[in-house]
Each structure stands twice: as structure tokens, then as C-alpha cells.
T-cell receptor, first 113, second 113 residues
Framework: QKEVEQDPGPLSVPEGAIVSLNCTYS??????FMWYRQYSRKGPELLMY????GNKEDGRFTAQVDKSSKYISLFIRDSQPSDSATYLC?????????????FGKGTMLLVSP | EAQVTQNPRYLITVTGKKLTVTCSQNMNHEYMSWYRQDPGLGLRQIYY???????DKGDVPEGYKVSRKEKRNFPLILESPSPNQTSLYFCASRSQTVAHEQYFGPGTRLTVT
């Protein structure tokens, strides 16, 4: 079983839709959970991070972590064409001294006008 | 402006011809790393460095070398490139105390023929 699983998509939605992006993981030592956004031909950029369980909201974006299910989600409300990108989840934990990020393979999101 | 820079952005070379991809950051970050990104495989860490003169292997170090002689620079060296090293390469840096916030460079597209 891979450490982090993420559906590659593509996920196509109309503008204004609510988008749900998800990752599952197997390593219970993970404590930091991050979402990166990567536009075509660009480097990933940090969108949001969450420590341990719970929710975090930032504008139209909400990150959720359910450690009991080893499942994390990123919700995008009122999606815009400018949200079209690949979304990568990433995790780190105390077993690596938090020094290494383990990435999912990314989900490509396409938001059509 | 806080940034990670990489050069060159695009490189086409032939098997066996040594090359270096440079990486520089202006944020005084202790931690730097190199990733490669391949379709279907996601981001995989090649090498990382926790500070000057301290480097360690990531998940896919074979065929690569790194050095960290200055805090701001972390070059990636391919002594004898092979076609299976054709990939998109990213350099990243972060503060030692803010492990989850990693900054990525714009990427280097390498083709080895």
C-alpha cells in the first residue's frame, strides 16, 4: 500500500461548483497535512496546511483532516476557472523529524466557465 | 521578493555529458531539497540538505550528486546523465523551524537523448 493515495483525475466541474479533493494515507505518524497548488509549467505553491485533526478555512478553501480514518480533504467553494490546476496533498510526521514531505501524485482540476 | 531560482529552466543534453542545475534561495533557509516530477509517479525527493555541508539521500538518489557549500545554493549534479533522468526537476527550500511551508522553484525541464 502506498503511503499517500490521491486520485489523479482529471476532475472537471463548471464554474461555481463546490469541489472536493481527497487523499488517504497509511502512516499514522503523519501530523502535518498540506495542500499545494501547481499551475501548468510552474512549481507547487503552498495553499493551506493543518496540524493534526480538524478543519481550517481560508476564504473559499477549507482543509479537513480525519486522522481516525487517515483521510484528508480540500474543499473549494464557488470554484473559478483560475482554480484550474493540479492539487497535491503532502504530509510529514515525527518519524522523519518532520524533515521529509510525502506527496500524493496530485489531482488535476479543470473548472470551465 | 522571497524566491527560489533555478537555472537553466530548459535543457536538452546527450547521454553521458555532465551537467549541473543550479538552485538558489534568498530566504536564509536552512533546509533545501531536490525533487523530480514524472507523470504517474508524482514528486519524488532526490536529495536534501539540512544545512551547509549536511546532505542526505531522498527516495531516488541514484545517478545524482549534490553539494551544499553555501547556505543559499544547492546545485544538482548529473555526472553521466541517462535517458531515464529525463524529467521535470524542482528545487525547494524551507525554514528548519517551519517544516510544513516549503517554497518551490519554477522547475527545470531536462531531456536526455
Amino acid at each position: 500500500q502506498k503511503e499517500v493515495e490521491q486520485d489523479p483525475g482529471p476532475l472537471s466541474v463548471p464554474e461555481g461548483a463546490i469541489v472536493s479533493l481527497n487523499c488517504t494515507y497509511s502512516n499514522s505518524a503523519f501530523q502535518y497535512f498540506m495542500w499545494y497548488r501547481q499551475y501548468s509549467r510552474k512549481g507547487p505553491e503552498l495553499l493551506m496546511y493543518t496540524y493534526s485533526s480538524g478543519n481550517k478555512e481560508d476564504g473559499r478553501f477549507t482543509a479537513q483532516v480525519d486522522k481516525s480514518s487517515k483521510y484528508i480533504s480540500l474543499f473549494i467553494r464557488d470554484s473559478q476557472p483560475s482554480d484550474s490546476a493540479t492539487y497535491l496533498c503532502a504530509m510529514s510526521g515525527r518519524n522523519s523529524g518532520y524533515s521529509t514531505l510525502t506527496f500524493g501524485k496530485g489531482t488535476m482540476l479543470l473548472v470551465s466557465p | 521578493e522571497a524566491q527560489v531560482t533555478q537555472n537553466p529552466r530548459y535543457l536538452i543534453t546527450v547521454t553521458g555529458k555532465k551537467l549541473t542545475v543550479t538552485c538558489s534561495q534568498n530566504m536564509n533557509h536552512e533546509y533545501m531539497s531536490w525533487y523530480r516530477q514524472d507523470p504517474g509517479l508524482g514528486l519524488r525527493q532526490i536529495y536534501y540538505s539540512m544545512n551547509v555541508e549536511v546532505t542526505d539521500k531522498g527516495d531516488v538518489p541514484e545517478g545524482y550528486k549534490v553539494s551544499r557549500k553555501e547556505k543559499r545554493n544547492f546545485p544538482l549534479i548529473l555526472e553521466s546523465p541517462s535517458p531515464n533522468q529525463t524529467s521535470l526537476y524542482f528545487c525547494a527550500s524551507r525554514s528548519q523551524t517551519v517544516a510544513h511551508e516549503q517554497y518551490f522553484g519554477p522547475g527545470t525541464r531536462l531531456t536526455v537523448t
